[in-house]
């Protein structure tokens, strides 16, 4: 189905052309950015008018069809790429997936790669929802990410990829976010170290008060 209509006609000032001789006129028809046009066909027609009589001579009907594009990005809600964690407990933050394409997209889905696991415990990485149905162009929809460092996990920064596809396919390249994830140790555990050096720096106290009175 041929749509009509949907543009304005641009005019051409004018052309100028030596009697016998054949000229080539490049056209260009470009849709504006702010409403790009749905995936299908729409007639263009050129009309050649000569300029002292204002009447049309001469004209041709040309179709532009238009193929649909499927792109997305990702991007977490507060811009950053950083978040923080507590070895053996869940840290959440939620990312935005946006359709930037012309078209709906089908079955978003949602993996990761995790650091190595110390102790035989894996580093778990949640999605909710866990995929998304359908996104219509320009429409986004919030995901909320759930991380959870095994409880043996050394303080320090770790990375984490999450990986996202689609169904069609994106005719750009997939997004992915690179999350770094900064882990601290259970406070429990932080009050425990903190009474084993209070503990040692007694003894040494007690022990050099005893070689003093010696």
């Known amino acids: 189905m041929i ?16 009697r016998a001789l054949r000229e080539t006129v490049l056209v260009v028809a470009i849709a504006p950015p702010w409403a790009p046009p749905e995936p299908g066909e729409y007639a263009i027609r050129l009309e050649a008018v000569e300029r002292e009589k204002g009447e049309p001579r001469n004209s041709i009907d040309l179709v532009a069809k ?12 507060s811009g950053r790429l950083n978040i923080k964690a507590t070895a053996g407990k869940e840290s959440r933050f ?21 650091p190595s696991g ?25 995901v909320e990410v759930t991380i959870k460092p095994p409880a043996k996990t050394i303080a320090g920064d770790y990375m984490t990829t999450l990986t996202f596809d689609s169904d069609p396919k994106p005719s750009t390249a997939l997004p992915k976010l690179d999350i770094r994830v900064t882990v601290g140790t259970p406070t429990k555990w932080g009050w425990i170290g903190a009474g084993i050096v209070v503990a040692v720096i007694a003894g040494l106290v007690i022990g050099f008060r005893q070689l003093g009175r010696r």
């Open 3 to 18: 749509q009509k209509g949907k543009y304005d006609a641009e005019r051409i000032s004018a052309v100028s052309l030596t």
């Open 94 to 114: 939620s990312i935005i997936i946006t359709n930037t394409g012309t078209d709906t997209l089908g079955k978003i889905t949602f993996s990761s790669s995790k």
């Open 66 to 77: 238009i193929t649909a594009s499927y792109a997305f990005t990702a991007a977490t809600t």
């Open 118 to 142: 110390i102790g035989g415990e894996e580093w778990r990485v949640t999605f909710e929802p866990d995929k998304i149905e359908s996104l219509s162009p320009w429409d986004e929809q919030e």
